[in-house]
């Protein structure tokens, strides 16, 4: 079960913390620990739930007790995979916020109306976000920064975002 809208992925285990079979999960939501607010949350295919519990901050991460895993070995066996939880239990965004998942798909036109191709992923470098964007056109996938002076335009109605991408990136 790839992120669909009804799912959204909110986390990614990162791998095994200690020997006691705690994980060490990457936090996707805008504030680490409410990541167990959401629980149970799913695997991508669908085939493990766990229940969450945030022990403690770490570098870079969250150390996460999750139901059903009990040594270094189960946790160690986890890493990479994504945790999703029901778009239902998220909470509404503001205006001008998107969840990734309702980016991937749309299509990204320039200001003059150009097909550039489609959003593949969103990248976060830790800086700033980034779109992955994919064409006919393009010899290569672009990595357009998603911020308001090069992207102004986001219709999720529409199904369409307008870039003004830098000079040259295409």
Do not use: W
């Not at 409410?34 to 739930?49: C, F, K, N, Q, V």
């Not at 239902?88 to 001008?96: F, I, K, S, V, Y």
């Not at 959003?119 to 779109?131: F, I, P, R, T, Y």
């Amino acid at each position: 079960m790839a992120e669909t809208n009804d799912m959204i992925c909110v986390g990614t285990i990162a791998g095994a913390f200690g020997v006691q079979g705690e994980v060490r999960v990457k936090s996707f939501t805008a504030e680490a620990k409410a990541i167990a607010d959401y629980a149970p949350l799913t695997t991508e295919d669908g085939s493990r739930s766990f229940d969450i519990v945030v022990n403690r901050t770490i570098s870079n991460g969250l150390a996460v007790r999750l139901s059903g895993v009990v040594n270094k070995e189960e946790a160690d066996a986890l890493k990479g995979v994504k945790l999703f939880a029901p778009r239902d239990r998220l909470p509404d965004l503001p205006e001008d916020e998107y969840y990734y998942a309702d980016l991937i798909g749309l299509e990204v036109r320039d200001t003059g109306g150009a097909v550039i191709g489609t959003v593949k992923s969103v990248q976060n470098n830790g800086a700033e976000d980034m779109l992955e964007v994919h064409g006919p056109t393009l010899k290569d996938s672009v990595l357009i920064p998603f911020s308001r002076s090069v992207v102004p335009t986001v219709d999720l109605a529409t199904g369409r975002i307008i870039a003004d991408p830098p000079e040259g990136l295409l």
